[in-house]
C-alpha cells in the first residue's frame, strides 16, 4: 500500500515534467517564427527603400538621357541617396540581392553622371530585372521569374536564366 502513493508522486512528477517540456518546445517554435517574421520585415524594408530611392534616380536618368538637364545638385542628390539606399540590403539581404543592389546602383550612377555605359554591359533595366527577381527570391515570393516584355505571348523567362 505504501507503493501506490510513491507510484502517484512519480506519475505527477513526470507529468509536469512532459508538461514543462512540451510548453517550452512550443515557445521555441513561436520564439523562432517571430524571429524568422522580424528578420523578412527588416529584408522588405531594405529593398523598398532601396527601391524608393532607385525609381528617383532612374526618373532622372531617363530625363538625362531624353535630353533634359536636371540641376547638378538634383543629380548629387540622387547619387547620394541611391548609395546610401544601396547599402541597407548589403546589411540585411544576402549576397545575391545585395549584388544585384551593387549592379543596379552602378548602371544608375553611370546614367546619372551622363557617361556611356561600358560596352556590353546590361542595361539598366536588365540591372533592375535582376534586382528584383532576387528580392523576390529573398522574400520568398518567387516561383518563377516573371515576364518582362509587353509581348503577353512572349514565354517568361526559364527559371535557369537566374
Given at each position: 500500500?505504501?507503493?501506490?502513493?510513491?507510484?502517484?508522486?512519480?506519475?505527477?512528477?513526470?507529468?509536469?515534467?512532459?508538461?514543462?517540456?512540451?510548453?517550452?518546445?512550443?515557445?521555441?517554435?513561436?520564439?523562432?517564427?517571430?524571429?524568422?517574421?522580424?528578420?523578412?520585415?527588416?529584408?522588405?524594408?531594405?529593398?523598398l527603400?532601396?527601391?524608393?530611392?532607385?525609381?528617383?534616380?532612374?526618373f532622372?536618368?531617363?530625363?538625362?538621357t531624353?535630353?533634359?538637364?536636371?540641376?547638378?545638385?538634383?543629380?548629387?542628390?540622387?547619387?547620394?541617396?541611391?548609395?546610401?539606399?544601396?547599402?541597407?540590403?548589403?546589411?540585411?539581404?544576402?549576397?545575391?540581392?545585395?549584388?544585384?543592389?551593387?549592379?543596379?546602383?552602378?548602371?544608375?550612377?553611370?546614367?546619372l553622371?551622363g557617361?556611356?555605359?561600358?560596352?556590353?554591359?546590361?542595361?539598366?533595366?536588365?540591372r533592375?530585372?535582376?534586382?528584383?527577381?532576387?528580392?523576390?527570391?529573398?522574400?520568398?515570393?518567387?516561383?518563377?521569374?516573371?515576364?518582362?516584355?509587353?509581348?503577353?505571348?512572349?514565354?517568361?523567362?526559364?527559371?535557369?536564366?537566374?
Open positions: 500500500m505504501t507503493i501506490l502513493p510513491l507510484a502517484g508522486v512519480a506519475l505527477g512528477s513526470l507529468g509536469t515534467l512532459v508538461g514543462q517540456y512540451l510548453s517550452t518546445r512550443g515557445d521555441t517554435r513561436r520564439e523562432r517564427r517571430e524571429q524568422q517574421n522580424a528578420q523578412r520585415t527588416e529584408r522588405k524594408e531594405a529593398i527603400e532601396f527601391l524608393s530611392a532607385a525609381q528617383r534616380a532612374e532622372t536618368a531617363d530625363e538625362i531624353s535630353g533634359g538637364a536636371p540641376e547638378e545638385a538634383e543629380i548629387r542628390e540622387r547619387i547620394h541617396a541611391l548609395w546610401l539606399a544601396k547599402k541597407l540590403p548589403e546589411l540585411v539581404c544576402s549576397p545575391e540581392t545585395a549584388q544585384a543592389a551593387h549592379d543596379y546602383t552602378l548602371a544608375l550612377h553611370t546614367l553622371r557617361d556611356p555605359p561600358p560596352e556590353g554591359a546590361p542595361a539598366k533595366s536588365e533592375r530585372h535582376a534586382f528584383l527577381e532576387s528580392a523576390r527570391r529573398e522574400l520568398g515570393t518567387a516561383s518563377a521569374p516573371l515576364r518582362r516584355s509587353l509581348d503577353p505571348h512572349e514565354p517568361p523567362p526559364a527559371i535557369s536564366d537566374r
